[in-house]
């Protein structure tokens, strides 16, 4: 099997009969680009993501996993924009063709992007060490992308679902975490954290539903504080935020207090959001996320204080997270 053959087995997938996508791939996979139609009276959004076999995932990972992981990563800035999904490409490095390896990866590749109607529409084939490079575009309507900018002093700060699992299941694949503070995680609670790890879900329908009310947002890939950090950044405010209102699942319930609260503040690859509303706008927005209401939750407010963060004490509460130029 060569390049060619391979594109068109695993990659060249029909257009799906969706209006916005039968309506905007005008040339996919096939020519020397794709033609893609937008609309006037929106803009384009686009973001692009490299996953490196070794730094991004565990070697071992399965290839279902490295597919959705793949596409999560970008869906998920385009979720912090406040964007809708419509299409990706797909620069893809392999070391050798492996078909079950390529059969399993398009497969976690596609249940993801049928979920969410994206349409790949390019890419790039090389050979070399295992690297996936995704660029995912969508769309929002003129002037309405949420930026990390625009977050003020007393707006409350919310995130979605629970925090400090992947990195828990990291730690657990790894075996990296002390036995003694994992006493009593079940295999159960092991394996839910492991898959938070490998099948991130991208937080596209929470985006849509905070759209209208969202002042400022970004997604939390490198861990809260530091992502937290970079809002604060952009918004010129500080951050005052209530620990214990940090949403844990049952599983860092279970572990050692000190721990999880570390992971919750500092693991990074939840890919949930982080995002903050205008206090005058929170009762309205509170009543139009009640289906959500278990799975968003505020745990802070933005401050005056340029670029500090604060915990309810006032303790000053150092961002850690991941950074690949800075191993300290
Ligand atoms: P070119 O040499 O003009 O860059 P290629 O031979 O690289 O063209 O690619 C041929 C077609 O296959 C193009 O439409 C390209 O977008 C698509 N393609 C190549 N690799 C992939 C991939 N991994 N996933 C999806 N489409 C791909
Ligand atoms: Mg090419």
Redesign the pocket.
């Known amino acids: 099997m060569g390049?060619?053959d391979?594109?068109e087995k695993?990659?060249?997938w029909d257009i799906t009969d969706s209006p916005t996508q039968s309506f905007s791939v005008s040339k996919?996979?096939?020519?020397?680009?794709?033609v893609l139609n937008t609309a006037l009276n929106q803009q384009l959004v686009t973001s692009v993501d490299t996953l490196i076999s070794g730094v991004h995932f565990p070697e071992d990972t399965p290839a279902e996993a490295i597919g959705h992981k793949a596409l999560a990563v970008n869906l998920s800035d385009l979720a912090a924009m406040g964007a809708q999904a419509a299409w990706f490409?797909?620069?893809?490095t392999l070391p050798e063709i492996d078909e079950t390896w390529l059969k399993d990866f398009s497969r976690g590749l596609k249940a993801l992007a049928d979920k969410f109607n994206m349409q790949?529409?390019?890419?790039?084939?090389t050979r070399g060490p295992l690297s996936i490079t995704i660029n995912a575009m969508g769309f929002v309507d003129n002037g309405k992308a949420i930026l990390r900018s625009g977050a003020s002093e007393g707006d409350k700060i919310y995130v979605t679902g629970t925090l400090g699992d992947a990195a828990l299941g990291l730690g657990l694949i790894q075996d990296t975490i002390d036995h003694k503070k994992i006493l009593i995680l079940d295999e159960a609670l092991k394996s839910f954290c492991k898959k938070r790890l490998n099948f991130p879900t991208p937080r596209l329908i929470e985006s849509n539903h905070i759209a209208s009310y969202a002042s400022s947002c970004i997604d939390i890939s490198d861990g809260l504080l530091q992502d937290l950090s970079h809002l604060t950044k952009a918004s010129q405010t500080g951050a005052s935020i209530d620990i214990s209102a940090i949403p844990k699942s049952q599983a860092l319930e279970k572990i050692d207090p000190a721990l999880s609260t570390s992971l919750a503040l500092s693991g990074g690859d939840d890919y949930e959001l982080l995002f903050t509303v205008v206090e005058h706008h929170e009762t309205e927005f509170l009543q139009s996320i009640e289906d959500f209401s278990d799975s968003i939750h505020c745990i802070g407010v933005m401050t005056e204080e340029k670029h500090i963060i604060r915990d309810t004490q006032m303790k000053s509460l150092t961002p850690s997270g991941y950074d690949h130029f800075n191993d300290e």
């Open positions: 390049e060619f391979l594109i695993y990659f060249s996919s996979v096939g020519d020397d680009a794709a490409t797909l620069a893809l790949l529409v390019g890419g790039d084939t």
